[in-house]
């Protein structure tokens, strides 16, 4: 509980929205673009060296496919698997080394 406050992010982080992370981090398993399964411990950034993982768990926005579903709507993928699709929350909340730090763990190969 007292973590809480540490993880807290401004921005994109109405109460509609974290409830419907909270549920789809608590409901789904794998990831909506790749199909494998996401590891919902992983940090989003290592505790130790302060790096995006590009295998923690995102919540990944359905309505940049499909702009009549509804915004809070969206399913478990990857950051990375969600960045490569333009996850462009990632982006606009912070520039320069967070995006740098998720494109330089992207192997291509992986996808
Ligand atoms: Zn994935």
Same mark, same amino acid.
């Given at each position: 509980m007292?973590?809480?406050?540490? !993880?807290?992010?401004?921005?994109?982080?109405?109460r509609?929205?974290?409830?419907?992370?909270? &549920? *789809?981090?608590? +409901?789904?398993?794998?990831?909506?673009?790749?199909?494998?399964? %996401?590891?919902?411990?992983?940090?989003y &950034?290592?505790p *130790?060296?302060?790096? %995006? !993982? $590009?295998?923690?768990?995102?919540?990944?926005?359905?309505?940049?496919?499909?702009? +009549?579903?509804? $915004?809070?709507? /969206?399913?478990l993928?990857?950051? &990375?698997?969600?960045?490569?699709? /333009?996850? &462009?929350? %990632?982006?606009?909340?912070?520039?320069? $080394?967070? +995006?740098?730090?998720?494109?330089? /763990?992207?192997?291509?190969?992986?996808?």
């Amino acid at each position: 509980m007292q973590a809480r406050s540490l !993880n807290y992010r401004r921005g994109r982080s109405g109460r509609p929205l974290q409830r419907a992370k909270d &549920r *789809v981090y608590a +409901e789904e398993t794998h990831c909506c673009r790749c199909g494998q399964p %996401v590891d919902k411990t992983l940090p989003y &950034r290592d505790p *130790v060296t302060g790096e %995006v !993982n $590009p295998e923690s768990k995102s919540f990944d926005h359905l309505t940049e496919l499909d702009l +009549e579903s509804d $915004p809070y709507d /969206g399913h478990l993928a990857h950051l &990375r698997c969600n960045a490569s699709a /333009g996850a &462009r929350y %990632v982006n606009a909340k912070r520039s320069g $080394p967070t +995006e740098e730090a998720l494109t330089a /763990g992207i192997d291509d190969s992986l996808l």
